[in-house]
Nanobody
Framework: HAQVEESGGGWVQAGGSLTLSCTIF????????LGWFRRFPGKEREGVAH????????FYADSVKGRFFISRDNAKNTLYLQMTSLKPEDTGMYYC???????????????????WGQGTQVTVSA
């Protein structure tokens, strides 16, 4: 059974940067597509950034394009989300997820992810 551990959340002023990390144990990391999702208070979870097994195919939500950057280090079983130019509207709980798909593409549908972390809080003040 896979274990997903996020870290790196915290408080930052608008315009600042944070890098989230997600380490996954208990599966063959390189075989899984990965993604970051977030949930705003009172809202449903939404996709933020997604990465294929090879790391070649990436997909970003329009709201974070050009500001957030997703990457993976298969040697360390770790997924990253570099967040720059943060805005107060980026405040939320951020989740890391992993799923398996036979095609090497970035997967954006939440239902295609099997393993989820507990989340890490990001708070951006104005």
């Amino acid at each position: 059974h896979a274990q997903v551990e996020e870290s790196g959340g915290g408080w930052v002023q608008a315009g600042g940067s944070l890098t989230l990390s997600c380490t996954i144990f208990g599966l063959t990391f390189a075989d899984y597509h990965l993604g970051w999702f977030r949930r705003f208070p009172g809202k449903e979870r939404e996709g933020v950034a997604h990465l294929s097994r090879s790391g070649i195919s990436k997909f970003y939500a329009d709201s974070v394009k050009g500001r957030f950057f997703i990457s993976r280090d298969n040697a360390k079983n770790t997924l990253y989300l570099q967040m720059t130019s943060l805005k107060p509207e980026d405040t939320g709980m951020y989740y890391c997820a992993a799923g398996y798909y036979s095609v090497d593409v970035a997967i954006i549908r939440e239902r295609d992810y099997t393993y989820w972390g507990q989340g890490t809080q990001v708070t951006v003040s104005a």
